[in-house]
């Protein structure tokens, strides 16, 4: 009985404490997030909403690289063309190739942060709060021509001009470290262009709320792909081989006639007029055939006393 009983609190214990062993601590987070706690809102949360699907970043990361010469609705042309099987999120990220690349080359980083963002969303959020603060105390986080940093109970950073979202490159040693003298700032790499031809693809217009931890979109769609053009079967596609007829309801009246008796011609039939087509032909009887023959007969050879005997009847 207390083997039994051992048994069964072994198997009841080694799950619970294989969960305790995949949680991870606020410090182990908070070097999670270094790297891309100080992305834009927008960027942020697709890329945490991406490493959740890491299987996917290789491939996408190999498509993004290839089409990089391509922008806005030419990208977003190529994407549908394509017809990708990635997660929305994983889309949403293809016009940032560098980022694509950087969570594909440290596969196991994007492992790890997956797991976290799927098991402790809200801590990984707090531990973004956190690094922020350090960066903003340590004078590396400011409002410029490219972001807007808005510092309250949280610290929120959107692009100025929502369309362009800027990718900032610093070094996590130096930004949470290391106190800033005022001469060193966040360095950017181009913006990239994710608006209207991008909306469908994951970039619709949204800010994230940090009080409750969710984005508002603008937009009640979110990840609607374009619109595809739908060829109906040839069945059922309406004919216009032939113009419907002219109906006159009201038929105009006909014209009066001149003082010196002259009458005006008839309008023309309208275009779509077809002339009517002559009664078919009828079947005549034989005494019909009899009484016609009669006739010319008589016209032919009037006065003659000498004429021809009928002739032979038809009838049966």
């Given at each position: 009985?207390k083997?039994?009983?051992?048994?069964?609190v072994?198997?009841?214990?080694?799950?619970?404490m294989?969960?305790?062993q995949?949680?991870?601590?606020p410090?182990e987070?908070?070097t999670?997030?270094?790297?891309i706690?100080?992305?834009?809102?927008?960027?942020?949360?697709h890329?945490?909403?991406?490493?959740?699907?890491?299987?996917?970043?290789?491939?996408?990361?190999?498509?993004?690289?290839?089409h990089?010469?391509?922008s806005g609705?030419?990208?977003?042309?190529a994407?549908?063309?394509?017809?990708?099987?990635?997660?929305?999120?994983v889309i949403?990220?293809?016009?940032f190739p560098?980022?694509?690349?950087?969570?594909?080359?440290y596969?196991?980083?994007?492992?790890?942060?997956?797991?976290?963002v799927?098991?402790?969303?809200?801590?990984?959020?707090?531990a973004?709060?956190?690094?922020?603060?350090?960066a903003?105390r340590?004078g590396?986080?400011?409002?410029?021509d490219?972001?807007?940093?808005?510092v309250?109970?949280?610290?929120?950073?959107?692009?100025?001009?929502e369309?362009?979202?800027?990718?900032p490159?610093?070094d996590?040693?130096?930004?949470?470290?290391?106190v800033?003298?005022?001469?060193i700032?966040?360095r950017?790499?181009?913006?990239?262009?994710?608006g209207?031809?991008l909306?469908?693809?994951g970039?619709?217009?949204?800010?994230?709320?940090?009080?409750?931890?969710?984005?508002?979109?603008?937009?009640p769609?979110?990840?609607?792909p374009?619109?595809?053009?739908?060829?109906?079967?040839?069945n059922?596609?309406?004919?216009?081989?032939r113009p419907?007829?002219?109906?006159?309801?009201?038929p105009?009246?006909?014209p009066?006639?001149?003082?010196?008796?002259?009458r005006p011609?008839?309008?023309?039939?309208?275009s779509n007029?077809?002339?009517?087509?002559?009664?078919?032909?009828q079947a005549?009887?034989s005494n019909?055939?009899?009484?016609?023959?009669?006739?010319?007969r008589?016209?032919?050879?009037?006065?003659?006393?000498?004429?021809?005997p009928?002739?032979?009847?038809?009838?049966r």
């Open positions: 009985m083997r039994l009983m051992t048994l069964l072994a198997m009841i214990a080694l799950p619970l294989a969960n305790a995949t949680r991870y601590t410090s987070l908070d999670l997030v270094a790297t706690a100080l992305y834009p809102d927008p960027l942020l949360v890329v945490l909403d991406a490493s959740v699907y890491v299987d996917d970043i290789p491939r996408a990361s190999a498509f993004a690289t290839a990089r010469h391509l609705d030419g990208l977003a042309s994407i549908e063309r394509a017809d990708l099987e990635f997660d929305e999120s949403a990220l293809i016009p560098d980022v694509l690349r950087k969570m594909s080359k596969a196991t980083w994007t492992k790890q942060l997956g797991e976290a799927d098991m402790q969303k809200a801590d990984v959020m707090d973004v709060q956190r690094m922020r603060r350090v903003y340590n590396y986080l400011s409002s410029d490219k972001i807007a940093v808005t309250d109970d949280n610290v929120s950073i959107q692009p100025v001009r369309e362009y979202v800027y990718v490159e610093y996590p040693r130096v930004v949470y470290y290391v800033s003298d005022g001469n700032r966040l950017y790499v181009n913006g990239v262009w994710t209207a031809g909306v469908y693809w970039w619709d217009p949204f800010y994230y709320d940090w009080v409750h931890r969710r984005p508002h979109y603008r937009h769609h979110r990840y609607a374009p619109p595809r053009r739908h060829v109906r079967p040839r059922d596609r309406p004919r216009y081989d419907a007829p002219r109906r006159f309801d009201n105009p009246p006909p009066r006639p001149h003082s010196n008796g002259w011609s008839a309008p023309p039939p309208p007029y077809k002339r009517p087509a002559p009664p078919p032909p005549s009887s019909d055939d009899e009484d016609r023959w009669q006739s010319r008589s016209e032919r050879h009037h006065g003659s006393h000498n004429a021809p009928p002739p032979p009847s038809r009838r």
